[in-house]
């Protein structure tokens, strides 16, 4: 066990996968000298060379577009988008090529690739930088999307990814890189597509991930004093959903909640509360809600803070859950 | 707009003409075999079109015009090397041994791809343009990074020039030096749209704008086809970086069967160039200098036709997937929404004859 | 009234908006001399000019970055997408600049501009002309998504997406072009954002979109003759959705399934589900069912109809929501 | 890399020298005008970075090193001229009367744009890399069908060259033929990332492989910059089409306040660079030639220290925006989540004054 900060762990994860596998490159922009505005491919370049650490000209396309003709080559990825709201020109390469190569090819191409993507808000950050692109990848079949919350998930996270022979969509809570917490480095906490439960409680579920996960612990903080007991779960895996947790504890409470930062429609909250409502009809005593970021583009950062679910907004989801009864 | 810039080693008469940096290094029994291939894939591109029009096929995508282009590069490529084309490379993956039926399971919609692409080392069709020339830079990148003497042919035509996929690649493939040579065939026409709409100026310039070497050849041309795509492979692979050949063809036939070229070209303009036909100018070239014999070309002929015979029976037999199969290789990993799905289709006892 | 194919009716509804108004332009690849590979632009080039009827270079992402440019001009651009699975290239400019310029210039830019997508499969074609892709769009706040599927709407809708202010995807189910029906020439049939009960019904409310909805009808003929009365719902809008009219259909059926062909990960129907699962918590009689298309890349056209949903697997949903009771 | 393609008019010690092509058409008053603007507009920037060190901005992007690029560039433009900047043309923003404020809201993170772009006829930034360049083109093209005689700027960056954006937008201007003048500011590096990654020969040849002028033009002199601009707007509003304007000059800040380019960069490069500082070419001119006295030069400084002073005194008293202002402009007409959002916003009591 060690300590460390989100930024930290991803960094030395990859350094370990670069280790363990000499095909595992690192392509994106500024993820050289830099290494990276986020740096968490610092000192990488140092230790690996320009040929495995690859600064790319500035083209999202192009960076993800030839990360497939590697992975066809037998190489395997790591593409770092800068910024969430810079995937989009990618989006072609992601969704056409990378989701559905190995299909084409009647599983002859190993799609082993890993796209980062620091995403969520709550930086202060500039328009662009603050985007919650998860459901579009989500729902591309072909793709895997996950995000860490924790270091420690983060260090393993990231090695199960780049091991894993599907293209991942790696979602990086860019507002949580720099808290710390234990990491352990002998061995994964579990698999790449399990939710974790990261606090039991009997009244309501709480699902969520990324960014989100630590608002919905403070908020089952606040809501034990208030004699409530919140069960709180982080998808981790956000494509596929790992159902069966979140069931199994929906089960016992009988009320849910969904907490995203991005906008309700047709997002990863909405697939929850849909599955959930179908798998848990019988046990489900309020609809379940979903706490969202609102159906509007990202707002100028001074006020980020009223668009991203709160504690306060979690809570008051939480009170109509729990004060309607079937 | 066919002038010196365009390298030429036969007229379309079929005479030889003296190129001050091309010469052909070709004999007659390889010029016979270029020869051979542009027939049979024309016969077999034929066959497709009949099968199409039979309701055999849901669409095909003809080369008419367009085989010294693409038998000319694909003759050129070694072995080792690996190409990325397009719907239209019919030629291209002739040459690289890929199985004609297998060609048509796209068009036979039975599948998204149609044969192992590492067998052949001729990747899966590229259906959405352009997405291939990035993706073929990124396999050259692989390529110096294994140390590897192999280069790496992206194809795209004069429509897809235009796609921002193609010109990123062209910054990377400059940038990195890689051993990509770009084959873009225009012929003319995107669909309805002209060549003028996509660029003013003759398309191998581009590449000298991004600092690497672009040519122009006459795409009609076999024997200069194959001399320029020799020449910048063998260059790529030694680490002489990438080169843009603009083979100047033309799509004699419409863009696919689906689509009516009387809407948008004129005959005229048809007659030009079926008069350039690439078959006909080394056909020529055979008679003339290497008095090849009118039953030489019929055994071409022969054996054209019972490969289009064997292809129309290949596919005929060709099945409809089981449905099932659609959950296969969507991912390479267990996935539940994949076992869901198939779980439902059993269930609903959907199988392969169910469907009308 | 006068009978036309949807097809038909696309291309009235576009010639009449362009004579209504000069600042409307249509552009996208093959739509001038051809009239777009379906046809729907025939004549408008030859009526309208050049100037107005734009052939454009092959790509997409220009076409639409290009559309946003003279929206801010003035005026109003008809784009073409010429398959579904090509409007990923436009994916940046249709996310970063189509749905957020209006807010980014406090109002002062008009976005009024529609991207035409002739989406959904049926027609036996080759991979990438058969995608759904109108989640990513819902999904994104600042767009709005319809879709006609009658031959009436598609006169209409056409000519309100192009009059209103806010960029439209219009999306056409490819499969229905040349379906004949009456079309109204004086007035529309209703707003561009309230869906249609197309079959008053009893037991089941059926809600769909696109090619769907005559899948949907034909499975009410035959739920009908079982002696199953099903409620038909055209969505009409995929974004915003007209929740109070579905709403108003659960009420009294109590039961839902929706209908889609993209796969059901985090998509439209998703969002109904969820939605309806929360308005409708107490009319509910069973959990709300989702017949969507696979968790696959479309497959080869040869077996795309077990793909979409289909009579059957309609009727199975039905039969499912039938069955639980609670 | 200077060499003879790089147009200059002023040597980096601010004597004059011949160019075949260009000549200065400017006297005192208006030279001296271009030296005001870029003092001014260096103060502003030097004011905004103390602000964000301050904790008043979010985040600054500097441009020491790059205002003869844009004041040349910005003075060139006629009023109904329309430009597209990306988040780094302050000095374009400046020349067009955007008042400094409405430049930093974006910076303050009060505001996704700032200002009114059709009352300054300059368009809000575009932060994504590209994009701007095909909305030039776009707008140019309306330009045309209005048939008036107007100008449309198009701004980007060395690293922004590489996007498939900006080079899709080179094929449509060439096609169409629009009045759009791309103005690339080659200022060496996009963040960590150096010129040589993006390109291995200069930018503006790239023009050339697309069919249209390129030319280079030595950034950091703000003559040459004015010159090379203004002739290629007047070509474009006439009918003379699209050009291509490389900007060659140097970023001396950080990339933004965000950056530390002590990471990626050595002190020498910069060291020489600040010896070719644009504001002090023309200052030796104005002196050299002109012989402007101190006290002129100093009024300048007081001035810019006054418009500085102004505007920190504006950006302390820009409040945060109330919350509920997100959902207004989300659209245009009535959006039925726009409105619950609205409503639950005004549920919760979020005021503009609760967060802290
Ligand atoms: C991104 C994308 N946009 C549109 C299409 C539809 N489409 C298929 S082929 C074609 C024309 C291509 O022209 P060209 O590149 O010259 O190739 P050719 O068909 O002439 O060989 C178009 C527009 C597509 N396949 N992909
Ligand atoms: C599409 C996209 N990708 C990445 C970024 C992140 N980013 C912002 S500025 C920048 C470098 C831009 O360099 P250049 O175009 O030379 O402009 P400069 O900043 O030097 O003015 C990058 C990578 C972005 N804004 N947009
Ligand atoms: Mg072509
Ligand atoms: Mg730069």
């Not at chain 1, 799609?111 to 989500?138: D, T």
């Not at chain 1, 606090?199 to 969520?208: F, K, L, M, N, Q």
């Not at chain 1, 309020?286 to 970021?293: D, F, K, Q, Y």
């Not at chain 2, 080394?282 to 071409?300: G, Q, T």
């Amino acid at each position: 066990m060690t300590t460390m900060t989100m930024a930290k762990a991803l960094n030395e994860g990859l350094r370990r996968a670069m280790e363990k596998n000499k095909k595992v490159l690192i392509m994106g922009e500024d993820v050289g000298k830099l290494g990276g505005v986020f740096r968490i491919t610092d000192g990488l370049q140092k230790d690996f060379g320009e040929d495995r650490v690859i600064d790319a000209p500035l083209a999202e396309s192009a960076i993800v577009g030839t990360a497939v003709g590697l992975a066809i080559r037998g190489y395997r990825t790591v593409c770092e988008i800068q910024f969430d709201g810079f995937v989009y020109p990618a989006f072609d390469q992601i969704v056409s090529q990378v989701a559905k190569l190995h299909k084409r090819s009647d599983g002859v191409y190993t799609m082993g690739l890993v796209i980062r993507i620091p995403f969520q808000g709550g930086i202060g950050a500039i328009e662009h930088h603050s985007e919650s692109p998860e459901a579009y990848f989500a729902q591309t079949a072909g793709l895997r999307v996950v995000s860490c919350s924790t270091p420690n998930d983060a260090y393993w996270m990231i090695q199960q990814s780049i091991e894993h022979d599907d293209p991942i969509i790696f979602c990086e809570p860019k507002s949580r890189y720099w808290e710390k917490g234990d990491v352990d480095l002998e061995s994964p906490p579990q698999g790449l597509f399990e939710a974790a439960v990261r606090r039991e409680g009997t009244d309501v579920t709480v699902i969520g991930y990324g960014s989100s996960v630590k608002t919905m612990l403070r908020a089952a903080d606040t809501a034990a004093v208030e004699g409530t007991s919140l069960e709180i779960i982080d998808a981790r895996s956000i494509a596929p959903l790992d159902l069966d947790t979140m069931a199994r504890s929906l089960e016992k409470t009988g009320r849910l909640v969904v907490v995203q930062e991005a906008p309700h429609m047709a997002s990863i909250g909405s697939e929850i509360v849909a599955e959930l409502s179908e798998r848990c009809f019988y046990s489900l005593r309020a609809p379940g809600l979903r706490v969202s970021g609102y159906h509007v583009p990202y707002p100028p950062s001074r006020i980020e803070e009223e668009y991203r679910p709160s504690v306060d907004r979690i809570l008051d989801a939480v009170d109509r859950v729990m004060g309607a009864e079937s | 707009m066919i002038g010196e810039e365009l390298v030429q080693l036969l007229t379309p008469e079929g005479e030889r003409i003296a190129h001050s940096d091309y010469e052909s290094t070709l004999g007659s029994d390889e010029i016979f075999g270029l020869y051979r291939d542009m027939v049979i894939i024309r016969r077999l591109c034929n066959e497709s079109t009949s099968l199409q029009r039979q309701g055999q096929l849901a669409l095909w995508a003809p080369i008419q015009g367009q085989e010294a282009a693409q038998i000319g590069a694909g003759r050129a490529l070694a072995p080792m090397d690996f190409t990325f084309p397009t719907y239209r490379e019919h030629g291209i993956a002739w040459c690289r041994g890929v199985p004609p039926k297998d060609m048509l399971r796209l068009f036979r919609a039975t599948s998204n791809g149609g044969w192992d692409p590492q067998k052949y080392r001729h990747s899966v069709p590229t259906v959405v343009l352009g997405n291939q020339a990035l993706n073929a830079v990124g396999y050259a990148m692989g390529v110096q990074r294994d140390g590897a003497e192999e280069a790496v042919m992206a194809f795209f035509g004069d429509g897809a020039s235009s796609q921002g996929d193609v010109l990123e690649s062209f910054v990377w493939a400059a940038s990195f030096n890689t051993p990509t040579v770009f084959f873009c065939q225009n012929n003319q026409w995107g669909i309805s749209t002209p060549m003028s709409i996509q660029s003013k100026i003759p398309l191998y310039h581009r590449a000298h704008g991004f600092g690497f070497p672009g040519i122009r050849v006459d795409g009609n041309d076999v024997l200069a086809v194959y001399e320029v795509t020799k020449r910048a492979l063998e260059s790529a692979r030694v680490g002489g970086g990438p080169t843009l050949i603009e083979a100047y063809t033309y799509r004699l036939g419409a863009h696919t069967t689906s689509d009516d070229p009387t809407r948008y070209r004129i005959d005229a303009e048809v007659e030009v160039w079926k008069h350039r036909d690439p078959i006909e100018r080394v056909k020529s070239l055979l008679v003339r200098e290497y008095h090849v014999k009118a039953a030489k070309f019929d055994d071409v002929t022969v054996e054209a036709d019972a490969l289009a015979l064997e292809l129309r029976e290949d596919v005929l037999a060709m099945d409809r997937p089981d449905p099932i199969t659609m959950f296969d290789h969507a991912y390479a990993a267990p996935h539940p929404l994949v076992d869901e799905g198939r779980r439902e289709m059993m269930e609903l006892g959907v199988s392969a004859g169910a469907h009308s």
